[in-house]
């Protein structure tokens, strides 16, 4: 099962900041959070992912709360061409091996 | 650089038939991957490999087997195709099980 709670479906104005919340209450302490997105049914497309520190690239920013059982996902300046949707995914462990465990996702639909 | 490939993009099968999805990455990676992923949900992991020679289970991998002989390719085959594996399968790779590369998917239909 998912380890991650996102909310169905956000709206955002083009040209305004997106955040993207996820609940990640059951997280352990060694597993990282990674964010993908997938744009009209294409493979999904990595974003970014962090441990405990605020992670930052050109894509996207990742701001993780102190005790890591929530993050939000900021793209700054929203384009048409963000509408995807997003996934918030905890990296797990089984058997010394790592598996992304994968949630619905978030629908973002940027509007102009 | 390709990335990842895959092959078929569409496939049709009938009940009862057999196939082969195709993976092929060229980035070195050790960590390969197939999902599958069903209307409006995310991806469901099928098997996995951690390297050339190795497999094992994901969350979903009955009716599935899979071989991984070179390190480049990695192979999903369906025995005896059934309706319920109608699905858009997805590959990806991973040095290590970090940041994963995805192929484009193969729409598979069986009816």
């Known amino acids: 099962d998912a380890k991650t709670t996102q909310p169905t479906s956000m709206d955002c104005a083009e040209g305004r900041a997106a955040n993207l919340p996820c609940n990640h209450s059951t997280i352990s302490g060694n597993e990282y959070v990674y964010w993908y997105r997938q744009i009209h049914s294409q493979g999904p497309q990595y974003i970014i992912h962090g441990l405990k520190n605020n992670e930052t690239n050109e894509m996207a920013s990742l701001i993780i709360t102190e005790d890591r059982k929530s993050s939000t996902l900021i793209l700054p300046h929203a384009t048409l061409r963000d509408t995807a949707v997003y996934y918030c995914i905890v990296r797990v462990a089984v058997d010394s091996n790592y598996q992304l465990i994968w949630g619905a996702g978030t629908k973002l639909i940027i509007k102009p | 650089n390709a990335g990842v490939t895959q092959t078929p993009k569409f496939r049709v099968l009938k009940t009862g038939q057999s196939m082969t999805l195709l993976c092929a990455q060229d980035m070195n990676h050790e960590y390969m991957y197939w999902y599958r992923q069903d209307p409006g949900m995310g991806l469901r992991l099928i098997h996995y490999?951690?390297?050339?020679?190795?497999?094992a289970k994901g969350e979903v991998p009955d009716g599935y087997n899979v071989s991984r002989l070179k390190k480049q390719n990695f192979l999903l085959g369906l025995e005896s195709a059934a309706p319920s594996q109608t699905s858009v399968y997805f590959c990806a790779s991973s040095y290590l099980g970090g940041e994963a590369f995805f192929g484009q998917g193969t729409r598979l239909t069986v009816v």
């Open positions: 490999s951690v390297g050339e020679g190795t497999t």
